[in-house]
């Protein structure tokens, strides 16, 4: 439903990124459940955001969302949008990419593009929320070599011992 | 709508405490815009959580209200619930009470018993999001004395200058 609006691909045109098609829905579903990483309550939060984006009068109010297709099949995703109530802060709330795929980057890719249309949006600031757990640590490396500084941690915020970690970058 | 589950008086029955009922939709809206404290975007954004609220299959899921009235009439109105993807946080999303009404414990009385609801509900922590703006300081001086902590600081958050303080207490 989105028109393709615009494609990023690297040199190799191995990697290529778009503005998310209504089609993309399942691929987006099952990255989540492949990643190792989400589960399904997760999956289908993701889920009920992307049917919310293609549901009238929202649509494209709150979260944008970007595929990132590695030799033609969809491996990764990311979903970002404004915060309400805010002076043009703009939050990436979800990126994934299949385990087959990482280490190519495909997060990178779909983490810069989402920062790029952003701040072509009028976005001034760029916050993640993501978790201290073990597993979110190549999410917080991303993150990090991307330029974003954890900037605040709420103590248990997830389950106790899991914090919520703000990551912060101004775009 | 909801039927009245409960309710809180104070000693002399001049503040009560109740559930919201769809009624109270005009009232928490003109709440919010004789607080002097937010504007029209906040209660428009509150209106559509409120609706959302009554709209099936999202009912009683995400957003639970308690109106407060002082002398009869409601004069503050809380919002608070579960955080999705957590284990047991529960999250005070608004709380707001009329000009005239204030100093007489109306946010006092909302701010605990959205307390002791979560608790009863299962929840663990709670976290309120607000701003560090001036004209926040008396929301922050009742969360404090209630004994939240502000554990986090996301700086420029709402606008430059303007930092988001997460609050946090153990229910």
Request: charged share 25%.
């Given at each position: 439903?989105?028109?393709?609006?615009?494609?990023?691909?690297?040199?190799?045109?191995?990697?290529?990124?778009?503005?998310?098609?209504?089609?993309?829905?399942?691929?987006?579903?099952?990255?989540?459940?492949?990643?190792?990483?989400?589960?399904?309550?997760?999956?289908?939060?993701?889920?009920?955001?992307?049917?919310?984006?293609?549901?009238?009068?929202?649509?494209?109010?709150?979260?944008?969302?970007?595929?990132?297709?590695?030799?033609?099949?969809?491996?990764?995703?990311?979903?970002?949008?404004?915060?309400?109530?805010?002076?043009?802060?703009?939050?990436?709330?979800?990126?994934?990419?299949?385990?087959?795929?990482?280490?190519?980057?495909?997060?990178?890719?779909?983490?810069?593009?989402?920062?790029?249309?952003?701040?072509?949006?009028?976005?001034?600031?760029?916050?993640?929320?993501?978790?201290?757990?073990?597993?979110?640590?190549?999410?917080?490396?991303?993150?990090?070599?991307?330029g974003f500084t954890c900037v605040a941690v709420v103590p248990d915020y997830y389950a106790e011992g899991d914090h919520l970690?703000?990551?912060?970058?101004r775009l």
């Amino acid at each position: 439903m989105t028109p393709m609006l615009y494609t990023v691909a690297d040199r190799s045109a191995r990697i290529e990124v778009h503005p998310s098609t209504f089609d993309d829905r399942q691929a987006i579903y099952d990255i989540l459940i492949g990643s190792g990483i989400f589960n399904q309550s997760d999956a289908e939060c993701v889920d009920e955001m992307f049917l919310e984006t293609w549901r009238a009068p929202m649509r494209d109010d709150r979260y944008r969302w970007l595929s990132c297709r590695w030799d033609g099949r969809t491996v990764g995703f990311a979903c970002y949008g404004p915060e309400s109530l805010t002076d043009r802060t703009w939050d990436l709330f979800w990126i994934c990419v299949l385990p087959e795929a990482r280490g190519r980057g495909v997060g990178r890719t779909l983490l810069t593009e989402a920062e790029t249309q952003s701040r072509r949006a009028g976005g001034r600031l760029m916050v993640i929320y993501t978790s201290s757990a073990p597993k979110y640590a190549p999410a917080r490396r991303l993150y990090e070599s991307a330029g974003f500084t954890c900037v605040a941690v709420v103590p248990d915020y997830y389950a106790e011992g899991d914090h919520l970690n703000i990551y912060w970058k101004r775009l």
